[in-house]
């Protein structure tokens, strides 16, 4: 995988928070904590971006006709399937 250099400004406090991170035995370098609140970042997003899909798709299926007990017993169903419950 190529890499690319990137060249950022931190505050002291900020740049006194990575140092600390990297005391701590958490990361090896900068570099390192970087990337990692980079791929936390890239999680989240993905995580989200599935959730307003999910959203989006529910709100367009429209309103059901099943009562709350029935859509209750659906999911607890389903849950029993799968070892959930």
């Not at 959203?55 to 399937?81: F, N, Q, Y």
């Amino acid at each position: 995988m190529a890499t690319v250099r990137k060249t950022i400004t931190f505050t002291e406090q900020q740049d006194k928070w990575i140092k600390a991170q990297i005391t701590a035995g958490e990361f090896t370098n900068d570099s390192e904590y970087l990337r990692h609140l980079v791929r936390q970042d890239q999680a989240k997003n993905t995580k989200f971006s599935t959730l307003k899909t999910a959203i989006a798709k529910g709100l367009e299926s429209g309103i059901s006709d099943s009562t709350i007990p029935d859509i209750m017993k659906k999911v607890e169903d389903r849950m029993k399937s799968d070892g959930r419950l």
